[in-house]
């Protein structure tokens, strides 16, 4: 079973932020965070991964509370493009360190 | 970098014959290739994981005889489905992993397969 909790669907004004949120309360110190998004009918494509940091690349950024019990993924300037299903996941290193999916958020950006 | 390929992009075939899929890591050695399932409306499901020149490990509930994976190169991995069924019919999406210990994926673009 998915280790994450997310809400199932968002909406999103195009060009505003989309806030993504993530509950992960049973992480293990190994684990990472990871965020794939899903366009219909497409493969999963990987966003952003973070341990403890907050982390930030040319997609989004990853923002990892101290606790690492929650997370939020950040598209700063949402388009109509960004219409996918998130995925968060947490997985660890070494043989073990499965991609499990959740259902995901269904993130709707809007004109 | 980190391409997937997957060949054919679709398929359809009859009930009873058996339909081979391709996933091909493009610029990158893969050590571990993953075949997925989705269903419409639901998410996607491990299936089987398979390093280069060993047997692929089945997920619970996933008949390996029916999924035949063979990974012969750290570039290819096959799945092919055999004695195919209407039930079977699913989109199919393979990732795979470059570096070991590090889960981080690259996915293919999927095969839709449809049994008629």
């Known amino acids: 079973d998915a280790k994450t909790t997310q809400p199932p669907s968002m909406d999103c004004a195009e060009g505003r932020a989309a806030n993504l949120p993530c509950n992960h309360s049973?992480?293990?110190?190994?684990?990472?965070v990871y965020w794939y998004r899903q366009i219909h009918s497409q493969g999963p494509q990987y966003i952003i991964h973070g341990l403890k940091n907050n982390e930030t690349n040319e997609m989004a950024s990853l923002i990892i509370t101290e606790d690492r019990k929650s997370s939020t993924l950040i598209l700063p300037h949402a388009t109509l493009r960004d219409t996918a299903v998130y995925y968060c996941i947490v997985a660890s290193g070494g043989s073990q360190g499965n991609l499990i999916f959740g259902k995901g958020t269904k993130l709707s950006v809007k004109p | 970098g980190a391409v997937v390929s997957q060949h054919p992009s679709w398929v359809i075939c009859k009930s009873g014959t058996s339909v081979k899929i391709e996933c091909r890591s493009l610029d990158f050695q893969a050590t571990t290739m993953f075949w997925y399932r989705q269903f419409p409306k639901q998410s996607l499901m491990l299936m089987a994981t398979?390093?280069?020149?060993?047997?692929?490990?089945?997920e619970q509930g996933v008949e390996k005889d029916k999924f035949l994976i063979n990974h012969a190169s750290l570039t290819l991995s096959t799945l092919t489905v055999t004695s195919a069924h209407p039930e079977d019919s699913s989109f199919y999406i393979c990732s795979a992993r470059a570096t070991p210990g590090v889960p981080e994926q690259y996915f293919g673009p999927g095969t839709r397969l449809t049994v008629t």
């Open positions: 398979s390093n280069e020149g060993s047997k692929a490990t089945y």
């Open positions: 049973t992480i293990s110190g190994n684990e990472y």
